[in-house]
């Protein structure tokens, strides 16, 4: 269960780092996967406005938010969004990838397609300000509520600390770090009680990817459901994204991932397996479960059609299963 922290200072050793960093401590205590992308570190460019999205889905400007920002947030079960107050909002460096979120926007409310994790991530957002003004996170909580909203997860609220100034103050407060482990059991310890489940194929690019999306879109509250290939593909297979659009699933930003790399950090507990090898995922021995699906990469959008709604009827009755 990844947590995705996409934190916004300028300042190396600052306050609103460390915040960030004291959370994802407690996350991965909890056995969560953590990812952080500084916006300082990572610059990405800001939206132009160009309305790509709102037609088709995708961004124009091929940069980090595309390549590595859009799949984290896609992949991500809790988001955090961490930042320190500048001029009563977040910073600079970090508005550019939210205002780029709004391709995920365009996504659900342009193109009214879901995410297939819409009902289970969480966002939560951390920030400090110097000073102790009644409104001073007014417009940092209403700008996170937005971008949680655009990037398909509940607000879980944000834990904001007034007077921290010098890089060292957030250290020495003196009830954050009770706060963060209070927060932290409240958000990640019923995702990491869920039920394992990794849809395994070789490339990882369709059955698998369409498996873990429905498993994710009908019991993302019951079930962790993970998906990886033993030969993965570079990419998801063409027309793969289209047959789930007319399902009214988003399948954008979604990468083939290495089965290994998967059964070592997430320890799942049933495998499901469709065309892998045998031997795959077998390190931790998770129980195995064979369905016998054709391939439907190359044969046409109709017999891909086929094979997703076989699948759905699969894990329809898989996650309502003793197995789910
Ligand atoms: C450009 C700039 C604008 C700021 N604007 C505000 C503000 O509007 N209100 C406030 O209370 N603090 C403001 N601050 C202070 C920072 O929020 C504060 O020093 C914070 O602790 C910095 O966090 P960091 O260490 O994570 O960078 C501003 C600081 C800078 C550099």
């Not at 297939?116 to 957002?125: E, I, Q, V």
């Not at 297979?237 to 007319?246: D, F, S, T």
């Amino acid at each position: 269960m990844l947590v995705f922290g996409l934190e916004g200072s300028p300042r190396k050793k600052g306050n609103t780092r460390f915040l960030l960093s004291a959370f994802m401590a407690e996350a991965e205590k909890r056995g969560a996967e953590t990812r952080v992308v500084h916006a300082h570190e990572m610059p990405v460019s800001p939206c132009i406005e160009c309305g790509v999205c709102e037609r088709k889905g995708v961004c124009s400007i091929d940069d980090k938010m595309q390549q590595e920002i859009f799949p984290l947030l896609r992949r991500a079960e809790v988001v955090v969004l961490a930042s320190p107050v500048f001029f009563y909002n977040i910073t600079a460096q970090l508005k550019a990838p939210v205002d780029r979120s709004q391709t995920l926007w365009s996504c659900r409310y342009r193109l009214g397609l879901a995410d297939p994790l819409h009902k289970t991530r969480k966002g939560l957002l951390l920030s400090v300000g110097a000073t102790k003004g009644k409104s001073l996170f007014e417009g940092i909580h209403l700008t996170a509520r937005y971008f949680f909203d655009a990037i398909s997860a509940k607000y879980a609220g944000g834990l904001t600390y007034f007077k921290i100034e010098a890089p060292d103050d957030m250290e020495k407060h003196p009830t954050y770090r009770q706060e963060i482990e209070e927060m932290a059991d409240a958000l990640i310890n019923p995702l990491m009680e869920r039920r394992k489940i990794l849809f395994a194929g070789r490339e990882n690019a369709c059955r698998s990817q369409m498996a873990a999306a429905f498993a994710q879109y009908h019991a993302g509250d019951r079930i962790e459901a993970l998906t990886a290939g033993s030969a993965p593909a570079e990419k998801v297979a063409p027309g793969m994204k289209e047959v789930m659009a007319e399902k009214g699933i988003d399948m954008g930003f979604r990468f083939p991932r290495a089965i290994d790399a998967v059964v070592a950090r997430d320890k799942p507990d049933t495998l499901i397996a469709m065309g892998c090898d045998a031997a795959a995922g077998e390190a931790s021995s998770p129980a195995r479960i064979d369905w016998d699906l054709p391939d439907p990469v190359g044969q046409g959008l109709d017999a891909m059609r086929k094979v997703r709604d076989e699948i759905e009827k699969k894990v329809l009755a898989l996650v309502d299963s003793p197995d789910g």
